[in-house]
T-cell receptor, first 110, second 112 residues
Framework: QKEVEQNSGPLSVPEGAIASLNCTYS??????FFWYRQYSGKSPELIMS????GDKEDGRFTAQLNKASQYVSLLIRDSQPSDSATYLC??????????FGTGTRLTIIP | ETGVTQSPTHLIKTRGQQVTLRCSSQSGHNTVSWYQQALGQGPQFIFQYYREEENGRGNFPPRFSGLQFPNYSSELNVNALELDDSALYLCASSWDRRPEAFFGQGTRLTVV
């Protein structure tokens, strides 16, 4: 079993719709969860952090965490063409490395 | 506040050569982690430095080495380059080994 699993996509979503990105992880000791956005040829950019079960909203982005199910998701509302990128899920612990999934490639269709 | 900066941005080396990549951490950050990202994959952890000491290492051979300086900048050295070392090398900085990390723009290494 991979440590972090994401659907590689590509996930195609019409402009203005909600994009839903999912991630499962195997390390039950993970305490922090991060979503990074990576444009083609660029480095990852941190867009969301979540530490507690439930939802966390930041603008058009909502992260959802369920530690019991070892599941974290990212919702993007009102999707824009500029949201087209690869989204990386990364659970982490204090004093340890981040473990990344392979990422989900998202394409917003105008 | 300055962000994480890496140099060079692109590099082409010949198999068997050695390379040094450099990273300046974000202002106020004392922890630097290095990752290797092959095409189509997620970043893979190489090692982390905290206050000039190695604080964890991933599954990479000893020819990958590094160090951190008193100003918390860092270097990644790779000896005896192999074709499979071709990748995007990412440096990320954080505070006190916290996992919330911020990446530099990366160094694209091509080994021919």
């Amino acid at each position: 079993q991979k440590e972090v699993e994401q659907n590689s996509g590509p996930l195609s979503v019409p402009e203005g719709a909600i994009a839903s990105l999912n991630c499962t992880y195997s390390d039950r000791g993970s305490q922090s969860f991060f979503w990074y956005r990576q444009y083609s040829g660029k480095s990852p950019e941190l867009i969301m952090s979540i530490y507690s079960n439930g939802d966390k909203e930041d603008g058009r982005f909502t992260a959802q965490l369920n530690k019991a199910s070892q599941y974290v998701s990212l919702l993007i509302r009102d999707s824009q063409p500029s949201d087209s990128a690869t989204y990386l899920c990364a659970p982490g612990r204090v004093d340890e490395k981040l473990t990344f999934g392979t990422g989900t490639r998202l394409t917003i269709i105008p | 506040e300055t962000g994480v900066t890496q140099s060079p941005t692109h590099l082409i080396k010949t198999r068997g050569q050695q390379v040094t990549l450099r990273c300046s951490s974000q202002s106020g950050h004392n922890t630097v982690s290095w990752y290797q990202q092959a095409l189509g994959q997620g970043p893979q952890f190489i090692f982390q430095y905290y206050r000039e000491e190695e604080n964890g290492r991933g599954n990479f051979p000893p020819r990958f080495s590094g160090l951190q300086f008193p100003n918390y900048s860092s270097e990644l050295n790779v000896n005896a380059l192999e074709l499979d070392d071709s990748a995007l090398y990412l440096c990320a900085s954080s505070w006190d080994r916290r996992p919330e990390a911020f990446f530099g723009q990366g160094t694209r290494l091509t080994v021919v």
